[in-house]
């Protein structure tokens, strides 16, 4: 069974830092576009970054001012979401999606990871 494992999630202050890890388990993420989405209690799913795996070339990435930055790790079939200078607004559950072709939207994707929890409060 295909699965996308996402960690690094959990507890920091406001103006800290996580990198989040999505990793693939049974598949290569080579010909995939993965990327990172969020979703809070009462809204929508909503798509951050996203990068295409096999050469690293990354599509919105000014969304939210440059704070979070996404980048791969070919050797360990990885994806990372840096996430800096976090505020409150930022608390959701965080999301890997992984889509041949192109990019993954909230309704059209191949595989979906189980999220990861992020909150950010003093």
């Known amino acids: 069974e295909v699965q996308l494992v996402e960690s690094g999630g959990g507890l920091v202050q406001p103006g800290g830092s996580l990198r989040l890890s999505c990793a693939a388990s049974?598949?290569?993420?080579?010909?995939?576009?993965i990327r990172w989405f969020r979703q809070a209690p009462g809204k929508q799913r909503e798509g951050i970054s996203c990068?295409?795996?096999?050469?690293?070339?990354?599509y919105y990435t000014d969304y939210l001012k440059g704070r979070f930055t996404i980048s791969s790790d070919i050797a360990k079939n990885t994806v990372y979401l840096q996430m800096n200078s976090l505020e409150p607004e930022d608390s959701a559950v965080y999301y890997c999606?992984?889509?041949?072709?192109?990019?993954?939207?909230?309704?059209?994707?191949?595989?979906w990871g189980q999220g990861t929890q992020v909150t950010v409060s003093s």
């Open positions: 999606a992984a889509r041949t072709i192109t990019c993954p939207t909230p309704y059209l994707t191949d595989y």
């Open positions: 049974r598949f290569n993420f080579g010909n995939y576009y």
């Open positions: 990068i295409r795996f096999k050469d690293g070339t990354s």
